[in-house]
């Protein structure tokens, strides 16, 4: 067990005292957990192989899964990335900082350990004055997957990444929740044209305007490209039931099965949006747990509140969780994708 040193810092202007000291312990080798606007992260040098083995061990994660690497400025670009296409500028011009992860040729530089061996290197710009004022004293390009276990929900707040990792990291910057909530949007550019390869914080309808032209979504060449996409990936504990379908056909087979559920004496947990709850005319109980996500017009809210909302519901320990998603439209697309790989392929498509 090591110690892990939480300090607390401001989410716009972090104190300088408190930057120095986990630059240095990156510059050492070691761990840090940081805030992005995403989720938050759990970082080591990217130049050192050691440091980012050490990352794998702390979260328990297979070595086949490629981690992200985390830049100051775009103009750092040529560290990392032994090409740069116009498409790449372009993107980088237009969405960073922010939650994009472009997938470039990767430079002799950057160590296989970063990319799970492969030959290509994911990079983003992140928007977060801790992050960037975290790399930027480092002074190196920070690798860093979400800063939870292996599969478990990614952390949106300080105290979720001491859940998963105390004990286990160096350092923790606490700069409060995160604002996206959902992890970046993951853009391959090493194929013949642009592909998402993860929906996340920027819309794809974002990437198609930028780029004039359709984008598609999801491994063109088998499973093994983006491991992400493994199915077992942001899951709670409890099973999870996912309802997709037209809103209101959607509520009334949640109830129902809400009902059987309660009548065989099970504890149900339920993920909904505000107004759900009095659609559904339940009333929460010691038996029915309920965590709201906000108005299912605000996909931003939810996106904001989705991990904890489920970590939350989580750690209230029912037989079993029912959700339901929110639409394929903008953040819809990762809020629904989050959720699919949440419910393990327990998804029920209800028909009008
Ligand atoms: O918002 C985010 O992206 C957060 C913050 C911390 O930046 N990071 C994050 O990292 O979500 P992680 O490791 O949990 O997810 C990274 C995803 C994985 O699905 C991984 O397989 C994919 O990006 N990825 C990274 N590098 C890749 C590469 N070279 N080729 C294919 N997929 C890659
Ligand atoms: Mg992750």
């Known amino acids: 067990m090591k ?5 607390a810092v401001d989410a716009e202007q972090p104190e300088p005292a408190a930057i120095s000291q986990a630059a240095a312990a990156l510059r050492q080798g070691g761990l840090v957990a940081f805030p992005t606007e ?15 083995l050490a990352v794998f061990t702390a979260k ?14 775009a103009d ?27 997938l470039l040729p990767r430079a002799a530089e950057v160590p296989p350990e970063v990319t799970a061996g ?21 002074g190196v390009p920070i690798a860093a997957p979400s800063a939870n276990r292996f599969g478990h929900t990614s952390p949106t707040t300080a105290q979720h990444v001491l859940h998963d990792l105390d004990g286990r990291i160096d350092v923790l910057l606490d700069a409060g929740p995160t604002m996206v909530g959902v992890e970046s949007t993951v853009l391959d550019l090493t194929a013949d044209s642009p592909r998402v390869l993860r929906p996340g914080g920027v819309p794809v309808e974002a990437l198609e305007r930028a780029l004039g032209q359709r984008v598609p979504v999801g491994s063109s060449d088998g499973p093994a490209r983006a491991p992400g996409q493994l199915p077992r990936h942001y899951a709670p504990q409890a099973p999870l039931q996912l309802f997709e379908g037209a809103p209101e056909a959607t509520l009334q087979a949640i109830r129902e099965q809400t ?47 989705l991990y904890a909302a489920l970590r939350r519901l989580d750690g209230q320990h029912p037989d079993l969780i029912l959700a339901r998603t929110f639409g394929m439209a903008g953040l819809g ?16 498509r209800v028909r009008t």
Do not use: C
């Not at 004055?129 to 004293?137: G, P």
């Open 3 to 7: 110690r892990t040193v939480v300090l």
């Open 38 to 52: 995403t989720v938050y992260g759990l970082g080591a040098n990217a130049f050192d192989p050691a440091a980012v």
């Open 60 to 73: 328990a994660r297979p070595r086949n899964d490629p981690v992200i690497v985390h830049l100051a400025t």
């Open 76 to 102: 750092e670009l040529p560290r990392v990335a032994r090409q740069v296409p116009p498409q790449a500028r372009l993107l980088a011009a237009a969405f960073w900082p922010g939650p994009l992860t472009l």
């Open 118 to 138: 492969l030959d290509t290197v994911g990079v983003r710009v992140p928007k977060h004055a801790v992050a960037l004022a975290l790399i930027a004293a480092a």
């Open 259 to 305: 009902q059987g559920a309660l009548q065989a004496g099970r504890r149900v947990g339920l993920l909904l949006a505000v107004e759900d709850l009095a659609e559904l005319g339940l009333e929460p109980n010691e038996r029915l747990l309920v965590q709201t996500v906000g108005s299912s017009h605000n996909l931003e809210e939810i996106a904001h509140r």
């Open 333 to 348: 697309l990762a809020i629904t994708d989050r959720l699919r790989r949440a419910a393990e392929g327990r998804v029920t």
